[in-house]
């Protein structure tokens, strides 16, 4: 299937040549040559010319993204559609992970807060499901990501948020927890699963829990948890979610 003119003219946009340029210019400003960058990143002096010559699709985002950290500076794609209605539509698929995940923990009789913001000595933020386990004194961070994007800025995201936030609702809510457990909550897209799988190594360094994982920890909760929650786009807004059944039949069996 062919692309429509219009959108052919949105793709090339994007300035290609004036990324290759800055490319070019930071690599020189730091004194490397592009075979240096090469070696550093496992490629060959060409594919650094052709970045450098802004042929970026020759090459591959990939490749783009190795250089960019190399030379540790940030490059930023975004797409647009009908004047914001893109933003909107991920707005309402975010929304909807978030109310699934509320759901599905207070069923659970977890305690939660959403959208807790915080702003300490210049750490702002929030977190978009704070949950709290009495029993157990477990405090729960979760981040909901309907896409996955900038994993390099959502681990030192996630990091601060780790650092300042127990403190934070130790003195504001009186949760001094025992353990502080993280849990990344993503729609299970075909994307967001391959994205997980291209960067095993990292995920399974700071999340190493996968979903059947953290469902069987959300219903009894011990330790400090670390992990990925794929949540079904199928079952949301749907009433009672796939999870929140395996939930139910599990804990009926046992009961």
Do not use: C
């Not at 559609?81 to 929304?95: K, P, V």
């Not at 809510?173 to 190594?201: F, P, Y």
């Not at 990925?228 to 199928?234: E, K, L, P, R």
Request: proline content about 2%; glycine content about 8%; hydrophobic content about 45%.
């Amino acid at each position: 299937m062919s692309l429509g003119r219009a959108a052919v003219g949105t793709i090339q946009s994007m300035d290609d040549r004036r990324i290759g340029r800055i490319l070019r210019a930071v690599r020189q400003r730091r004194g490397l040559r592009q075979s240096d960058i090469a070696a550093a990143i496992g490629t060959s002096q060409t594919v650094i010319s052709r970045l450098e010559r802004g042929r970026l699709e020759s090459v591959g985002l990939g490749t783009l993204r190795r250089v960019a950290i190399e030379l540790d500076l940030s490059i930023a794609i975004t797409a647009n559609w009908h004047g914001g209605q893109g933003d909107r539509l991920l707005d309402r698929a975010h929304a909807a992970i978030v109310d699934h995940v509320i759901q599905t923990l207070k069923e659970l009789e977890w305690e939660v807060v959403p959208e807790f913001s915080f702003n300490h000595f210049g750490d702002r933020g929030s977190v978009d499901v704070l949950a709290w386990h009495p029993g157990r004194r477990i405090l729960l961070i979760i981040e909901v990501k309907a896409t996955l994007t900038d994993l390099q800025d959502q681990l030192v995201s996630l990091s601060r948020k780790l650092r300042v936030v127990p403190d934070i609702v130790r003195k504001s809510l009186g949760w001094d927890a025992d353990h502080v457990a993280r849990i990344v909550v993503v729609a299970g897209t075909a994307a967001n699963r391959s994205i997980v799988a291209r960067h095993a190594a990292t995920f399974d360094a700071s999340f190493p829990a996968r979903s059947r994982e953290v469902n069987t920890w959300l219903r009894r909760p011990f330790g400090a948890l670390a992990g990925v929650w794929f949540v079904s786009t199928s079952s949301l807004g749907t009433g009672m979610s796939v999870a929140r059944m395996r939930i139910r039949r599990t804990s009926r069996a046992r009961a």
